[in-house]
């Protein structure tokens, strides 16, 4: 049973991290983003005013630390890429900033699931397989049309564990994933 809760929680962190990785590296305001804030999703989960306020609260009282977070990620990432065009330098030293690197991306991640995990937590179990349900419909490659910002994600539903779980989608790529080292 524990196993099967773990795969469900994953599969909500899935559905909920279209909301916030578009802002997860922004500094930009937060008004007006997010599934919750769709007033066709909010109508169709059938969301209450007190559950959509709770959402946001979690996601506004998170977005400091994720900001943080990136900037910490984008920080090591440069210092990374500086350390790999410089030829003087040793492997040794090259893999502890690797670790470093690795280790803030980590702290993102968590930091991110732990928010998804709160927000997914305000939903009822109804409200949550409609969720599923939703997500299913928006990732469906027949509808031939791309999620719109805010919509929500793609994502294997925890009663299917056959399936491969899901994967936590990746942040975006920075400078010293973008260029050749």
Do not use: H
Request: proline share 7%; aromatic share 4%.
């Amino acid at each position: 049973m524990m196993l099967s809760r773990s795969c469900q929680l994953a599969a909500a962190a899935a559905l909920l991290s279209l909301a916030v990785i578009p802002l997860a590296g922004s500094s930009q305001q937060t008004t007006g983003r997010g599934w919750w804030r769709n007033e066709s999703i909010v109508k169709d989960l059938g969301l209450t005013t007190d559950q959509t306020a709770r959402i946001n609260t979690i996601f506004e009282t998170t977005m400091p630390e994720l900001r943080q977070d990136r900037e910490e990620l984008e920080r090591l990432e440069a210092k990374l890429s500086r350390m790999i065009q410089d030829e003087r330098m040793d492997e040794a030293s090259l893999a502890r900033q690797i670790d470093r690197v690795e280790m803030a991306r980590a702290n993102g991640n968590k930091t991110r699931s732990l928010m998804l995990l709160r927000m997914y937590r305000v939903l009822t179990r109804e409200q949550r397989t409609r969720f599923d349900q939703i997500s299913k419909q928006w990732a469906a490659p027949a509808a031939g049309r791309s999620p719109l910002p805010g919509s929500p994600p793609a994502a294997n539903p925890g009663n299917n564990q056959q399936q491969q779980a899901p994967a936590t989608p990746a942040p975006a790529p920075s400078d010293s994933q973008r260029r050749p080292g």
